[in-house]
């Protein structure tokens, strides 16, 4: 039975071809209808009286509507409000003999303008196949999304981050964590630490530029500036900064809170950046 009325799956699937678009895969319009028609020729009483032939167009029908559903990209109450604009553009076309404006549309449908923008929008959105013979969209189409190798780099220099944050001297490392990881003002900080809102606004400017200059060090050798004094004892620690962020780097231990941080021996913070 299955074999005899096979014809009907290829029938109805070149009905429905010529109103969808071509990106719709024939093959799969009908595999869903072979499947229906096997499961009508299983699940047919012939005590019904009505003929097999109808009852199986009326199951491969809806297998291959469903199918195309499943193609769709769009929800259901989107298609409807679509078909709703439509039909209010046709009236409003007919009873005034031009193009009705968007905001005539929202006024017939009792919606807001931009939800007649979003209507339109849906109703011209279209899904294009990469398959499609002698389409160039493949050639189009660009990936944003980050390589595997960008990956890797931005979560290194996230690593290398941390370990900066993390030895930097005390009051700048109280300073940067707190404004930029913490999201604490100013005047919170300087009451902390005792001293002025412009002494912050210093901490701060002088953490960023060591921060800068340590992970330079590690990443962009060159862009490090070049010290006045090669021997004198800024550059000295700074040098020890350096290195310490790159052997904290090294054995992983990017927690805030669980590696002592490294001080200035002198309990001063401006002279790390000369």
Same mark, same amino acid.
């Given at each position: 039975m299955v074999v005899q009325h096979l014809p009907l799956v290829g029938y109805? /699937? *070149?009905?429905?071809?010529?109103?969808?678009?071509?990106?719709v895969s024939r093959d799969e319009l009908a595999s869903a209808g072979a499947l229906a028609l096997v499961l009508a020729a299983r699940a047919y009483d012939p005590s019904t009286? /009505?003929?097999?032939a109808r009852y199986a167009t009326l199951r491969i029908k809806g297998a291959i509507l469903d199918e195309l559903r499943s193609m769709d990209w769009a929800s259901r109450g989107a298609r409807r409000r679509s078909r709703e604009l439509e039909a209010a553009a046709e009236r409003l076309r007919a009873a005034l003999g031009r193009t009705p404006t968007r905001a005539e549309l929202a006024e017939t449908?009792? /919606?807001?303008?931009? %939800?007649?923008? =979003?209507a339109r929008a849906d109703a011209e959105r279209r899904v294009l196949s990469l398959d499609v013979p002698d *389409?160039?969209? =493949?050639d189009v189409v660009r990936d944003e999304s980050r390589t595997p190798e960008?990956?890797?780099l931005a979560s290194e220099r996230v690593h290398w981050l941390r370990a900066a944050v993390a030895e930097l001297p005390e009051k700048l490392r109280v300073v940067i964590a707190g404004l930029y990881l913490e999201d604490r003002s100013i005047a919170e900080l300087a009451v902390d630490l005792g001293v002025t809102q412009s002494r912050i606004s210093q901490l701060r400017t002088e953490g960023l530029v060591l921060l800068r200059d340590g992970l330079n060090s590690a990443f962009d050798p060159d862009l490090v500036p070049a010290p006045e004094r090669p021997d004198g004892v800024a550059e000295r620690r700074r040098q %020890?900064?350096? =290195? *310490?962020?790159a052997a904290r780097a090294a054995l992983g231990a990017v927690h805030l809170d669980t590696v002592p941080h490294q001080r200035d021996a002198a309990g001063h913070t401006a002279d790390l950046v000369g």
């Open positions: 109805n /699937v *070149s009905e429905v071809l010529h109103r969808v678009p071509p990106t009286n /009505v003929p097999f449908l009792g /919606v807001e303008v931009g %939800a007649v923008d =979003a *389409s160039n969209v =493949a960008e990956h890797l %020890a900064y350096y =290195a *310490s962020i």
